[in-house]
């Protein structure tokens, strides 16, 4: 009676401090500075935080989907950081934009990227031509990320999930699908409810800001 008393306890400790985690990232994200753009059929939302980290999401006005997100961190120097991506095509690399024979040389090698869908995170890989049963995708809770593993060692990824991270939500294997379809693995972890709520309503208050129909959405760094 009494380990199944204290196995109950832990896991409502669990609960209760992923609550707060999840409370102190939507918190973070109602007190950031937010601006917004309603542009080429897309709603652009910009975010500047207290520690001048700064946070890019687009969506499709139509289906309500993430079509991009990207952070940029506040630069010790003069000027502004790169974008880093976190959801959406990857940007190309200007040597390979200025060199063809690297674009050749390039083109059939895996491309990762991320690309959600409203009730799982999904993560692409392009030009993957082995059938489904090289893969092996698992989930590591320790670690706190996903490995992507062929036996044939043709292929390795390491990934995280940001979002989980963000939220101090566990990882759980049994939200991990995959398929495979023409050259292309597609890894699917369902979104647990925390994040679907949370995406909600985020969601709900983006569509309440006033959002011009033109100029640029990014802001400037103080």
Not at 136 to 152: A, F, G, W, Y
Request: net charge positive; hydrophobic share 35%; glycine share 4%.
């Amino acid at each position: 009676m009494t380990s199944v008393a204290v196995a109950t306890r832990d896991v409502s400790e669990v609960s209760v401090f992923c609550n707060m985690a999840v409370q102190s990232w939507t918190a973070l994200l109602k007190a950031s500075t937010k601006t917004a753009l309603i542009h080429d059929g897309k709603r652009k939302i910009h975010y500047l935080f207290a520690d001048g980290k700064e946070m890019a999401e687009e969506y499709d006005l139509t289906t309500d989907e993430l079509i991009v997100r990207k952070w940029r961190l506040k630069s010790t120097l003069k000027g502004q950081g790169p974008w880093e991506i976190e959801v959406g095509e990857p940007v190309p690399s200007t040597v390979a934009c200025l060199e063809s024979d690297v674009i050749k040389e390039n083109c059939s090698n895996p491309v990762f990227m991320r690309k959600d869908t409203k009730t799982s995170f999904q993560w692409r890989v392009r030009n993957l031509p082995y059938p489904k049963e090289v893969y092996n995708i698992s989930v590591e809770p320790d670690q706190r990320c996903c490995i992507i593993r062929t036996n044939n060692k043709k292929y390795y990824k390491k990934f995280n999930v940001p979002d989980l991270d963000r939220s101090q939500l566990p990882l759980d294997s049994s939200a991990l699908n995959v398929t495979h379809a023409n050259n292309t693995l597609i890894v699917s972890y369902k979104k647990p409810k925390e994040i679907l709520t949370l995406e909600h309503e985020l969601l709900r208050e983006v569509k309440k800001l006033k959002g011009t129909s033109e100029g640029d959405v990014d802001c400037k760094t103080q």
